[in-house]
Nanobody, 125 residues
Framework: QVQMVESGGGLVQAGGSLRLSCIAT????????MGWFRQATGKEREFVAT????????YYSDVVQGRFTISRDNTKNTVYLQMNSLKPEDTAVYYC??????????????????WGQGTQVTVSS
């Protein structure tokens, strides 16, 4: 069974930066498309960014485009999310999982549901 372990969250002021990491553990036999999702208190989980198996293709939610960068290092079974110019509305618990599709405008990606515990990102004004 593949498990996802997210880390790197914390408290940061608006305009600041954080880098999140997602390490996949367990029986990993190949690289899969991956995605970052987030869930704010009282809201449903929403798509943030996806990346294909080798990192050559990425797709972002409109609200993070230009501010966030998703990347991966398959030698470490790790996916990253570099978050710059953070805003208070970015406050949420961030999760990673495999995805079946990368997503297209108007159609979010389809996650496989192998959520980790998530990592809390809090952006103050």
């Amino acid at each position: 069974q593949v498990q996802m372990v997210e880390s790197g969250g914390g408290l940061v002021q608006a305009g600041g930066s954080l880098r999140l990491s997602c390490i996949a553990t367990g029986r990993i036999e190949k690289a899969f498309p991956m995605g970052w999702f987030r869930q704010a208190t009282g809201k449903e989980r929403e798509f943030v960014a996806t990346i294909n198996w080798n990192g050559g293709t990425t797709y972002y939610s409109d609200v993070v485009q230009g501010r966030f960068t998703i990347s991966r290092d398959n030698t470490k079974n790790t996916v990253y999310l570099q978050m710059n110019s953070l805003k208070p509305e970015d406050t949420a618990v961030y999760y990673c999982t495999r995805v079946l599709t990368l997503g297209v405008p108007g159609v979010p990606p389809t996650p496989t549901g192998e959520w980790g515990q998530g990592t809390q990102v809090t952006v103050s004004s």
